[in-house]
């Protein structure tokens, strides 16, 4: 069974730092390019970061690019979200996401989702 | 950037059929896909690639996108369906490609 957890959310001060973590289970993590998706209380969906199986492909929102850093180790089957500059905007429950694809590719649709970890910033 | 546009709610009796659009700029010629969400839970992916169903998703989801507009078709709507619905696609057209979500419709079963 698949399977993602995310943990490492909370509650942090305006410009502080949080990394996420979420860990895979239950299929070949190596095989599938993974990504952060956000939703603000009451909002909907925002896509924040895409990461392809070897690490080779990095896609950003504009809204985060040069704030978040998004990082995997295979050997782990964990996927990372560093999270940098807080702002209260990115107050959100943060979805950790598993690509369709099979391989280094995408397929731009998410097949597995985390229950996903609240992080709110707020002084 | 690219926008996707969904109407906030959409209504519907039991047993009738409810139809969500999701509008973009030539959306006919992007990949769909749409997610339902509940409350308090994670989103589902119910279909992929304009009309392509996962397996558990009941064959009443159906899906369709041509010229501007993509619609996710539920037939004989049940208490259940009840939740938001969320249209996605990848948008490599501009100088900042990157996945975008339209923003929910809400789905009400009368």
């Known amino acids: 069974e698949v399977q993602l957890v995310e943990s490492g959310g909370g509650l942090v001060k305006p410009g502080g730092s949080l990394r996420l973590s979420c860990a895979a289970s239950g299929f070949t993590f190596s095989s599938y390019s993974m990504n952060w998706v956000r939703q603000a209380p009451g909002k909907g969906l925002e896509w924040v970061s895409s990461?392809?199986?070897?690490?080779?492909?990095?896609y950003y929102a504009d809204s985060v690019k040069g704030r978040f850093t998004i990082s995997r180790d295979n050997a782990k089957n964990s996927l990372y979200l560093q999270m940098n500059s807080l702002r209260a905007e990115d107050t959100a429950v943060y979805y950790c996401a598993r690509d369709s694809a099979v391989g280094s590719g995408y397929d731009w649709n998410f097949d597995y989702w985390g229950q996903g970890t609240l992080v709110t910033v707020s002084s | 950037s690219y926008v996707l546009t969904q109407p906030p709610s959409v209504s519907v009796a039991p047993g009738k059929t409810a139809r969500i659009t999701c509008g973009g700029n030539n959306i006919g010629s992007k990949s769909v896909h749409w997610y339902q969400q509940k409350p308090g839970q994670a989103p589902v992916l119910v279909i992929y690639?304009?009309?392509d169903r996962p397996s558990g998703i009941p064959e009443r989801f159906s899906g369709s996108n041509s010229g501007n507009t993509a619609t996710l078709t539920i037939s004989r709507v049940e208490a259940g369906d009840e939740a938001d619905y969320y249209c996605q696609v990848w948008d490599s057209s501009s100088d900042h490609p990157g996945v975008v979500f339209g923003g929910g419709t809400k789905l009400t079963v009368l």
């Open positions: 990461i392809s199986s070897s690490s080779s492909y990095i």
């Open positions: 690639y304009d009309s």
